[in-house]
């Protein structure tokens, strides 16, 4: 059975396991605080049961059985065959952390960092055996949303990028490659240019916050559950993709010419969206919503494994 140790028990530590364990792998949980071990075991417990209510899985209680604690580094590490860090978004926490795993693993196991933001160049360089470091971005939670993006650092070799992408291809994730070192990688740099338009637009007055949302939500999102914005567009015009870019080219050219400059997240704009968003979800019921968020995404996940959609 192979072995994947996931270095950080937070939520995304949590949900890599998940990923991991209901494959068939065995799974090796450590945190810098062991504390924090059991509370995150039981909560990867509980999401197992609820996976399973759902009927995305069978056997919850024996893919428990599959994650284990370890109290040290060193523990968690050995027999691994892919490590899954996801300690706090800091390069140089990253980088002391990637260099006690680099000592620790043989030249084959490959180190991967969950971060979100920073390139693998910036805290790999120095390792004995860097070229088998990357970054392998989740989206949270990971065991609901299967996008990977697996950015490499300059050293990184193509092996460990083929193989970090059959492995997560073999545990259920949809790895996509991130073919150069760019901050924020894909999925942030796209979900970043609609959240400065959606600033730009609460700002600007143009709409509220709870408009905007129920564009994207029962606009723009029901498309984007099973196709990209890309075959979008090539499918919304007669002849193509071509076709559409001949037929409005002009009138994105325009609007981009006015998103030119990025909003400020300025302290009017934050009281704006914080009044907005409270008015309609009370501080109070936020964890509550996030609960109700992952049954969604549970019964989205079902239907797209019903109808093939996770093939396409």
């Known amino acids: 059975m192979s072995i994947a140790a996931i270095v950080g028990a937070g939520l995304v530590g949590q949900g890599w396991a998940i990923v991991f364990a209901r494959a068939g792998w065995q799974v090796r949980l450590h945190d810098v605080d062991a504390d924090r071990l059991p509370e995150a075991r039981d909560l990867i417990e509980r999401q197992l049961h609820a996976l399973q209510a759902h009927g995305l899985l069978q056997d919850a209680a024996g893919i428990a059985r599959r994650v284990e604690t370890a109290v040290t580094l060193e523990a968690a590490l050995a027999g691994a065959a892919y490590v899954q860090e996801n300690s706090p978004e800091r390069v140089d926490a990253k980088r002391m952390l990637f260099a006690r795993m680099d000592a620790l693993t043989g030249p084959d196991t490959i180190l991967a960092s969950s971060t979100s933001s920073i390139p693998a160049s910036l805290f790999t360089g120095d390792l004995v055996h860097r070229e088998r470091c990357l970054v392998a971005h989740p989206v949270n939670p990971p065991y609901l949303v299967p996008v990977v993006e697996i950015s490499g650092a300059p050293w990184t070799s193509a092996q460990a990028i083929a193989r970090t992408r059959e492995i ?90 006015s998103q030119a400059e990025a909003p400020a997240w300025d302290a009017a704009l934050l009281e704006t969206l914080s009044r907005e968003r409270r008015a309609a979800l009370p501080a109070d019921e936020l964890a509550s919503r996030r609960f109700w968020r992952d049954e969604q995404l549970m019964r989205l996940m079902r239907h797209k494994q019903r109808s093939g959609d996770d093939e396409g």
């Open 168 to 257: 997560l291809n073999a545990v259920g994730q949809r790895p996509v490659v991130v073919r150069k070192e760019i901050e924020g990688f894909i999925l942030n740099r796209l979900q970043g240019a609609l959240l400065q338009e959606a600033m730009r637009l609460v700002r600007d007055g143009v709409a509220s916050v709870e408009d905007i949302d129920t564009t994207v939500k029962d606009g723009l999102g029901l498309r984007w559950a099973f196709m990209g914005p890309l075959e979008t567009i090539d499918l919304n015009a007669p002849e193509g993709i071509a076709d559409y870019c001949a037929r409005y080219g002009a009138m994105y050219a325009s609007i981009g010419a």
